[in-house]
């Protein structure tokens, strides 16, 4: 598989704490594309877990997602697309590290959305994934 990440100079770079936060653009050459739904703070038992905390939603939320890859075979550097709903945008930006800290090696093509409210009233972030397998 050849991945190949592009920062078009003539785009703005969004950066946050001097991370670059997402590829503009994903170009992969892949025998498999891999979809994963949108992955909550639950834990194995569908708990959410720390309600109320961003923070440690985003990292749950981080272990579903390399979960969910490593189930089959995969990891998050296959990771080419990312769209992330939460329920404060302002509050998701303070915790870039976290972010950084599970999808930094694959730094996917990426949409962040701010709503009113996910599937229950406890959950602040989901992300949904495309990945490619060579």
């Known amino acids: 598989m ?22 503009h653009v994903v170009v992969a050459e892949a025998k498999s594309l891999i979809f994963i739904s949108g992955q909550l703070a639950r834990d194995k038992s569908g708990q959410i877990v720390a309600p109320g905390d961003m923070r440690e939603q985003i ?18 550097d296959d990771l ?11 509050e998701f930006f303070k915790h870039s590290d976290v972010r950084h800290e599970f999808l930094g090696a694959a730094l996917p093509a990426s949409t962040t959305v701010e709503v009113r409210r ?9 992300i949904e994934a495309i990945a490619v397998r060579g």
């Open 59 to 76: 990292k749950q939320v981080g272990r579903n997602l390399r979960a969910a890859l490593e189930e089959i075979g995969s990891s998050l």
């Open 80 to 90: 080419v697309k990312t769209t992330t709903f939460v329920t404060d945008i302002d």
């Open 2 to 23: 050849t991945v190949r990440k592009v920062q078009p100079q003539a785009l703005f770079q969004r950066s946050l704490d001097g991370r670059v936060l997402y590829s």
């Open 118 to 126: 996910l599937s229950h009233p406890d959950l602040m972030v989901e």
